[in-house]
T-cell receptor, first 113, second 113 residues
Framework: DTAVSQTPKYLVTQMGNDKSIKCEQN?????MYWYKQDSKKFLKIMFS???????INETVPNRFSPKSPDKAHLNLHINSLELGDSAVYFC????????????FGQGTRLTVV | AQSVSQHNHHVILSEAASLELGCNYS??????LFWYVQYPGQHLQLLLK??????LVKGIKGFEAEFIKSKFSFNLRKPSVQWSDTAEYFC???????????FGSGTKLNVKP
């Protein structure tokens, strides 16, 4: 069973389009995250949700809107895609607080052309 | 601001050589420390973690890391690397003040057969 699953794995789209990436975890975690990994492999936190509530928004453009329908799901919707949005987006989950590790999804490689 | 520094950006070793990758963090409170590995085209997987107790932690695939609180360091080591260890290695920090896992910039390890 996949612990943290993301769909789609690959996404190629044109500038200006709107797209969504879905994430689901079956680990019973209460906290979920979106990370962006750029071409230099740098991992940057975008959002963090705990029990469906947004707790971190790291100065991400408001074209990015996360949605958490329940604590097992955290989707990422991106409006008006730009070339600079091309990256690999990783979803992750953990328990809240200390003494917990993050589990990562397989990643979604987004290419904006 | 809190930060995680990985000083080695790219390391090239021959098989059977010993490995040490540096990681320093800048946060004075209680931290959890992690090393994650990302094989080419794959997601992040946990190598090892430190929560408390023995500062020398052992992980999977023969990796170990030592937490030195006075030096704010958590260096990763392996006595003898294999070609299959070729990957990107990320140090990460979590604390109850972060509400997130904060990653270093990664170290690309190439092991020559």
């Amino acid at each position: 069973d996949t612990a943290v699953s993301q769909t789609p794995k690959y996404l190629v789209t044109q500038m200006g389009n709107d797209k969504s990436i879905k994430c689901e975890q079956n680990l019973g975690h209460d906290t979920m995250y979106w990370y962006k990994q750029d071409s230099k492999k740098f991992l940057k936190i975008m959002f963090s949700y705990n029990n469906k509530e947004l707790i971190i928004n790291e100065t991400v453009p408001n074209r990015f809107s996360p949605k958490s329908p329940d604590k097992a799901h955290l989707n990422l919707h991106i409006n008006s895609l730009e070339l600079g949005d091309s990256a690999v987006y990783f979803c992750a989950s953990s328990h809240k607080g200390m003494n917990t590790e993050a589990f990562f999804g397989q990643g979604t490689r987004l290419t904006v052309v | 601001a809190q930060s995680v520094s990985q000083h080695n950006h790219h390391v090239i070793l021959s098989e059977a050589a010993s490995l040490e990758l540096g990681c320093n963090y800048s946060y004075g409170g209680t931290v959890n420390l992690f090393w994650y590995v990302q094989y080419p085209g794959q997601h992040l997987q946990l190598l090892l973690k430190y929560f408390s107790g023995d500062p020398l932690v052992k992980g999977i695939k023969g990796f170990e890391a030592e937490f030195i609180k006075s030096k704010f360091s958590f260096n990763l080591r392996k006595p003898s690397v294999q070609w299959s260890d070729t990957a990107e290695y990320f140090c990460a920090v979590n604390s109850d003040n972060f509400n997130k896992f904060y990653f270093g910039s990664g170290t690309k390890l190439n092991v020559k057969p």
